[in-house]
């Protein structure tokens, strides 16, 4: 629908009395919430009946509900079609990134095989393909490289080359080095499902959400990099040393460099040729998905034929290719975590854990959207743990989902987790009778996958462009997050990129956007003045928006915003006026100042002609020494001093233009308690100097907040508040025309005869009352 036209616009009345909040509470009868007791929540959470106790039961196991609902004729053949796909891709991307987490390619098939088992009891996704996930695999690939190098298997050798022989004739225990190595990697995985089930359980799974797209997206990134040049020294079949933590990437590629000419030709071309094939299948796949009713399976047609010519051809024995050698049948048995080694793994688990589930459960949500359903944040977190704590008890590493993996399942027709089942069993058929045919695998072939479905990862670095455009924020942690996580390593760099994260959010409301509103004239319409030609500012009112949470962060940076925005500072009014009218009162005393019968404030010769022949009572009660000088009696009159005019006393006091003020907290959506305090005492700071403030579109819950703060007292009263800020300006003017409003222009000061009474503005109270609560707790702790 096109947007109207000025001359097609439709004017509309509305008719309503001018509310404050009191006034609005009484006509429309302000209800009380219901505050229920602990007990009484605790007693309706855990209250238990027949119907309560299924949908607990259902929520814990959601294979119970969709299984007993599942139309077998029309999506058991699609499943098993998609299972049967994805089971293939599952086992070779096992294979291959094993290598990530350095120990064995038959440790991937696990990984790829145990974790479905416990996620179709469960999980809440129908679309998502479990199982292990190349920037999990390499953070828990950094972990064991850092805890079990080669360094700590060496033995003495006799320099044959054989078995990891280093070229002083040191040997690698190859056994004791794997053995290690899995139980690192799978102590690891059990201690992450550990943290993913408890975060299940409190419920906590909303705190995924710190982790930001544009921070994901840096992250994932950089780990892409890392798995790039983690898997080029395979390509290229070059020895290396291990590498772990801040800049494992320069290390690494230094070591490649180095030995550059070590590379083996036959682990070279196959990885290139594995490399081009791929990336070019996928993207026919991509451009024709809506053509091809299956995608091309290129990863399995580029495994067995690439297996078929090494073994043909011999590669190991006549050209030294790197092949994977032995894939043992069966399963591993199970065995317990060390638990020795989970204090030491503790803070790498948690982060692991966490990009576990957010990667997981952002894919879920993806095809939970397209195929209209919901899944449970929590459930999935429980559904991962328990996935991975059952996986590392059978020596697999941590599981969570991989895109091109779920994208397999999904468009080959994959309708529930039935398809994952079927995958499953399709990796146990590889586990137990077709592993040992993967053999003369080459390794470089491996990673030449691995590399090649890396690409959707490395096109996020398009989004840089679109981010600075949209929000340089967004920007920035996207940057910072990516350079961080490549320089410092994956799980310094992730903390880092949170922690940069956070500091934005913290530095755009520590420095809110703030401005002055003015009215479309002949409308309700209040507005920034910077914004339009067309507008307004309200004679002798500022209109004041504040567009963040007002907290003990930025409350001082919203009172400098205000102090800017009227144009004075009202402590300092406050304090210039006591000093003028103090100067006042003493020259009256002294004779020098004179008040007329209006009260206003004149010096004696301005009053006409001096005649020096007139001999005044004052005088002559002077001259007989009746009173002292500047002790004269005054009699009791109210001075008037104008402080727009100017004064009859050298004292520069600043000018005060308005008369009222309106904060408009409508975008206001927290206040704390140092912001309650400081507001309280902004506004008392305002009205002592004849400035009336007034607050405007308060959300009911922030009233409420200000309720239990205890914001209102004698003077901050809660008749301040109105409804919007159309209502605070009409009734300004109202009571402006009624002649209601105390002139902000006129001080008045009584001057008792005696001279004997205090001014209405002493030093104490000022102290008292500009004094910052933070500035007063220094100096208690200070004496």
Same mark, same amino acid.
């Given at each position: 629908?096109?947007?109207?036209?000025?001359?097609?616009?439709? @004017?509309?009345?509305?008719?309503?009395?001018?509310?404050?909040?009191?006034?609005?509470?009484?006509?429309?009868?302000?209800?009380?919430?219901?505050?229920?007791?602990?007990?009484?929540?605790?007693?309706?959470?855990?209250?238990?009946?027949?119907?309560?106790?299924?949908?607990?039961?259902?929520?814990?196991?959601?294979?119970?509900?969709?299984?007993?609902?599942?139309?077998?004729?029309?999506?058991?053949?699609?499943?098993?079609?998609?299972?049967?796909?994805?089971?293939?891709?599952?086992?070779?991307?096992?294979?291959?990134?094993?290598?990530?987490?350095?120990?064995?390619?038959?440790?991937?098939?696990?990984?790829?095989?145990?974790?479905?088992?416990?996620?179709?009891?469960?999980?809440?996704?129908?679309?998502?393909?479990?199982?292990?996930?190349?920037?999990?695999?390499?953070?828990?690939?950094?972990?064991?490289?850092?805890?079990?190098?080669?360094?700590?298997?060496?033995?003495?050798?006799?320099?044959?080359?054989?078995?990891?022989?280093?070229?002083?004739?040191?040997?690698?225990?190859?056994?004791?080095?794997?053995?290690?190595?899995?139980?690192?990697?799978?102590?690891?995985?059990?201690?992450?499902?550990?943290?993913?089930?408890?975060?299940?359980?409190?419920?906590?799974?909303?705190?995924?959400?710190?982790?930001?797209?544009?921070?994901?997206?840096?992250?994932?990134?950089?780990?892409?990099?890392?798995?790039?040049?983690?898997?080029?020294?395979?390509?290229?079949?070059?020895?290396?040393?291990?590498?772990?933590?801040?800049?494992?990437?320069?290390?690494?590629?230094?070591?490649?460099?180095?030995?550059?000419?070590?590379?083996?030709?036959?682990?070279?071309?196959?990885?290139?040729?594995?490399?081009?094939?791929?990336?070019?299948?996928?993207?026919?796949?991509?451009?024709?998905?809506?053509?091809?009713?299956?995608?091309?399976?290129?990863?399995?047609?580029?495994?067995?034929?690439?297996?078929?010519?090494?073994?043909?051809?011999?590669?190991?024995?006549?050209?030294?290719?790197?092949?994977?050698?032995?894939?043992?049948?069966?399963?591993?048995?199970?065995? @317990?975590?060390?638990?020795?080694?989970?204090?030491?793994?503790?803070?790498?688990?948690?982060?692991?854990?966490?990009?576990?589930?957010?990667?997981?459960?952002?894919?879920?949500?993806?095809?939970?959207?397209?195929?209209?359903?919901?899944?449970?944040?929590?459930?999935?977190?429980?559904?991962?743990?328990?996935?991975?704590?059952?996986?590392?008890?059978?020596?697999?590493?941590?599981?969570?989902?991989?895109?091109?993996?779920?994208?397999?399942?999904?468009?080959?027709?994959?309708?529930?987790?039935?398809?994952?089942?079927?995958?499953?069993?399709?990796?146990?058929?590889?586990?137990?009778?077709?592993?040992?045919?993967?053999?003369?695998?080459?390794?470089?072939?491996?990673?030449?996958?691995?590399?090649?479905?890396?690409?959707?990862?490395?096109?996020?670095?398009?989004?840089?462009?679109?981010?600075?455009?949209?929000?340089?924020?967004?920007?920035?942690?996207?940057?910072?997050?990516?350079?961080?996580?490549?320089?410092?390593?994956?799980?310094?760099?992730?903390?880092?990129?949170?922690?940069?994260?956070?500091?934005?959010?913290?530095?755009?409301?520590?420095?809110?956007?703030?401005?002055?509103?003015?009215?479309?004239?002949?409308?309700?319409?209040?507005?920034?003045?910077?914004?339009?030609?067309?507008?307004?500012?309200?004679?002798?009112?500022?209109?004041?928006?504040?567009?963040?949470?007002?907290?003990?962060?930025?409350?001082?940076?919203?009172?400098?915003?205000?102090?800017?925005?009227?144009?004075?500072?009202?402590?300092?009014?406050? *304090?210039?006026?006591?000093?003028?009218?103090?100067?006042?009162?003493?020259?009256?005393?002294?004779?020098?100042?004179?008040?007329?019968?209006?009260?206003?404030?004149?010096?004696?010769?301005?009053?006409?002609?001096?005649?020096?022949?007139?001999?005044?009572?004052?005088?002559?009660?002077?001259?007989?020494?009746?009173?002292?000088?500047?002790?004269?009696?005054?009699?009791?009159?109210?001075?008037?001093?104008?402080?727009?005019?100017?004064?009859?006393?050298?004292?520069?006091? @600043? *000018?005060?233009?308005?008369?009222?003020?309106?904060?408009?907290?409508?975008?206001?959506?927290?206040?704390?308690?140092?912001?309650?305090?400081?507001?309280?005492?902004?506004?008392?700071?305002?009205?002592?100097?004849?400035?009336?403030?007034?607050?405007?579109?308060?959300?009911?819950?922030?009233?409420?907040?200000?309720?239990?703060?205890?914001?209102?007292?004698?003077?901050?009263?809660?008749?301040?508040?109105?409804?919007?800020?159309?209502?605070?300006?009409?009734?300004?003017?109202?009571?402006?025309?009624?002649?209601?409003?105390?002139?902000?222009?006129?001080?008045?000061?009584?001057?008792?005869?005696?001279?004997?009474?205090?001014?209405?503005?002493?030093?104490?109270?000022?102290?008292?009352?500009?004094?910052?609560?933070?500035?007063?707790?220094?100096?208690?702790?200070?004496?």
């Amino acid at each position: 629908m096109d947007a109207l036209s000025p001359e097609n616009l439709y @004017p509309y009345t509305v008719s309503r009395p001018i509310y404050s909040n009191p006034t609005f509470e009484e006509d429309n009868e302000r209800q009380a919430r219901e505050e229920r007791t602990l007990r009484e929540r605790l007693s309706r959470t855990c209250g238990c009946s027949g119907r309560q106790a299924l949908k607990v039961v259902k929520g814990v196991f959601p294979v119970i509900d969709w299984l007993s609902r599942y139309p077998i004729r029309e999506w058991l053949p699609s499943d098993v079609i998609s299972g049967v796909s994805t089971g293939l891709v599952c086992s070779l991307q096992g294979l291959a990134y094993a290598m990530l987490v350095s120990v064995a390619p038959v440790y991937g098939l696990y990984s790829a095989f145990f974790p479905i088992l416990t996620y179709f009891l469960l999980g809440t996704s129908r679309h998502i393909s479990v199982g292990p996930f190349p920037v999990t695999c390499l953070m828990v690939g950094s972990v064991v490289l850092t805890l079990a190098p080669d360094d700590h298997f060496l033995l003495p050798g006799n320099g044959t080359g054989v078995n990891g022989t280093k070229a002083d004739g040191i040997v690698v225990d190859v056994e004791a080095m794997e053995a290690q190595r899995i139980m690192v990697a799978s102590s690891m995985t059990v201690l992450v499902g550990l943290f993913q089930v408890v975060m299940g359980v409190l419920q906590v799974g909303f705190l995924v959400r710190y982790l930001s797209d544009p921070l994901v997206g840096g992250f994932t990134t950089a780990a892409a990099f890392h798995v790039l040049i983690s898997q080029l020294k395979i390509v290229l079949s070059v020895p290396t040393n291990n590498h772990s933590g801040c800049f494992s990437i320069l290390y690494m590629l230094i070591d490649v460099f180095t030995n550059i000419r070590q590379t083996n030709i036959a682990d070279l071309v196959a990885g290139l040729l594995t490399i081009v094939i791929v990336m070019a299948v996928k993207e026919v796949n991509t451009k024709f998905r809506h053509t091809i009713p299956v995608p091309i399976p290129i990863e399995v047609i580029v495994t067995v034929v690439a297996t078929g010519i090494s073994y043909a051809t011999e590669l190991e024995s006549r050209y030294g290719a790197s092949i994977v050698h032995s894939i043992p049948r069966g399963f591993a048995p199970a065995q @317990p975590p060390n638990i020795e080694l989970l204090w030491n793994i503790l803070g790498s688990s948690f982060s692991t854990a966490v990009v576990g589930y957010a990667v997981a459960v952002s894919v879920a949500k993806v095809y939970a959207a397209k195929h209209d359903y919901t899944i449970n944040g929590n459930q999935e977190l429980i559904a991962f743990g328990f996935s991975n704590v059952f996986c590392g008890c059978f020596s697999g590493f941590v599981a969570s989902t991989a895109l091109s993996r779920t994208a397999v399942q999904e468009s080959t027709g994959g309708k529930s987790q039935m398809a994952g089942i079927i995958s499953a069993v399709m990796v146990m058929i590889v586990i137990l009778a077709l592993g040992h045919l993967l053999e003369p695998l080459q390794k470089s072939v491996l990673a030449a996958i691995v590399i090649a479905n890396l690409k959707g990862m490395f096109m996020q670095v398009t989004e840089v462009p679109t981010l600075w455009r949209q929000n340089r924020a967004d920007c920035f942690i996207w940057l910072a997050t990516c350079l961080a996580s490549v320089v410092l390593g994956l799980d310094v760099g992730l903390l880092a990129g949170l922690v940069f994260e956070m500091g934005t959010v913290v530095v755009r409301t520590q420095f809110p956007a703030c401005s002055t509103l003015g009215n479309i004239p002949g409308t309700n319409i209040y507005r920034n003045m910077k914004d339009y030609k067309n507008i307004a500012e309200v004679p002798g009112i500022k209109i004041f928006k504040c567009n963040s949470p007002i907290y003990f962060a930025n409350i001082d940076y919203f009172k400098e915003r205000l102090r800017a925005t009227v144009g004075f500072d009202s402590v300092r009014v406050f *304090k210039k006026r006591n000093k003028a009218l103090k100067k006042i009162h003493k020259l009256i005393k002294k004779g020098k100042l004179r008040a007329t019968e209006t009260g206003e404030v004149v010096s004696e010769v301005s009053l006409g002609v001096d005649n020096k022949g007139f001999e005044s009572e004052r005088d002559s009660g002077r001259e007989y020494g009746q009173v002292e000088d500047g002790d004269w009696p005054v009699p009791e009159v109210e001075v008037r001093v104008d402080w727009a005019m100017e004064l009859p006393v050298r004292v520069s006091v @600043p *000018k005060v233009q308005i008369h009222s003020l309106v904060l408009d907290f409508s975008a206001v959506s927290f206040l704390d308690v140092v912001a309650v305090k400081s507001l309280r005492l902004v506004i008392k700071e305002f009205l002592r100097i004849g400035v009336n403030v007034y607050i405007a579109g308060c959300d009911d819950e922030i009233v409420r907040k200000m309720e239990a703060l205890a914001f209102f007292n004698e003077e901050v009263i809660r008749d301040l508040l109105f409804l919007s800020v159309h209502d605070a300006i009409l009734f300004i003017k109202l009571e402006t025309a009624n002649g209601s409003m105390q002139d902000a222009m006129v001080e008045g000061l009584s001057l008792m005869q005696d001279c004997k009474e205090p001014l209405p503005f002493t030093e104490e109270d000022d102290l008292i009352e500009t004094f910052d609560n933070q500035h007063r707790a220094i100096h208690g702790l200070s004496n």
